[in-house]
């Protein structure tokens, strides 16, 4: 091969490769984003929020866009599954970048009435309190190495099936004593477990649907380290009111979640008028994460240019 040849092969394979890299995150923040200022409200992403224009980025390189589009939190239901190098990764960048960590999933239980009625789904195993709060605890253990390690404050609990052979009353007195022992975990550190009512449509044989309930238990618990997550999508199935009952259990809600409804997508996709909400939320002095758990209406660039736009309409003044 002469030289010319040689030099117009490099040429070619150094192109290839450039093109093979851009074919990864080749969407621009200028190309979807209408700004990059921050916006006023502290809304939350998951990594695979507007996945089409991050495809093929890492973590950290999904948090670098996410800042760059103007969200200056995070939250990552899946947090405890990563790899510690993956945990350290994610935590580094986001201090880097001034980020805060929203909740990550410590304890969801959804096959077992093991919060309401001690049970550990072996029908011949009768109730056992003692076996039910060990397992509890050492499951909220676990947690909270994750949370620490991340930097989180805050980490999500979902008590359990209801246990149809019980009446409500002892059901609900199971699951306050079982709650408080898991604070005396979340006390060592001060990670705040936040209790998820979730709708009665999706989830119809969970213990905790309404907020109200919600309220009742961590008054009961009476513990700093238990609280609520009012996800305002599951919330408007359920039972709606969700500015009435935001201002009546305002002192035990923590956290807040969103998707509108019905679909749970990205506000002005539904029903839920997110501007007025959201403004609400601000004069009544909520300053905490929003996160936007929920999917999107178009998976596509265009729906992530569509998302990014929703949430700058209703953000506050």
Known sequence: MNRREFTKAAVAAMLSTVVARSSFGAVKVQDIAESSAPYKSKFAPHFGT???????????????????????????????????????????????????????????????????????????????????????????????????????????????????????????????????????????????MVLEPLNIINHPSLYLKRIPQAYAICKAVNSPYCKILDDLYHQQVTEGNLITNFDAARSEIAYIQVGDAPGRKEPLTGEINYKNVFQHLWDAGYRGIIGMEHGQSEVSVEGDKKLLRAYRSVDVA
């Open 50 to 192: 507007m996945k089409t224009s991050m495809k093929g980025l890492s973590f950290t390189d999904q948090l670098q866009f996410f800042y760059d589009c103007g969200f200056r939190a995070l939250e990552d239901n899946g947090m405890m599954r990563r790899s510690v190098d993956d945990q350290n990764a994610i935590a580094k960048k986001m201090e880097s970048l001034g980020m805060e960590m929203g909740v990550f999933c410590a304890l969801t239980e959804w096959k077992l009435p093991s919060f309401t009625g001690f049970k550990t789904g072996n029908k011949k195993r009768p109730r056992d309190p003692k076996a039910i709060r060990e397992n509890l605890v050492a499951q909220m253990e676990k947690a909270i190495e994750v949370g620490k390690r991340v930097n989180a404050k805050w980490c999500t609990v979902v008590p359990g099936l209801e246990d149809p052979s019980l009446e409500p009353e002892y059901q609900f007195a199971n699951v306050v004593e079982n709650l408080k022992y898991m604070c005396d975990v979340c006390a060592k550190t001060g990670i705040i």
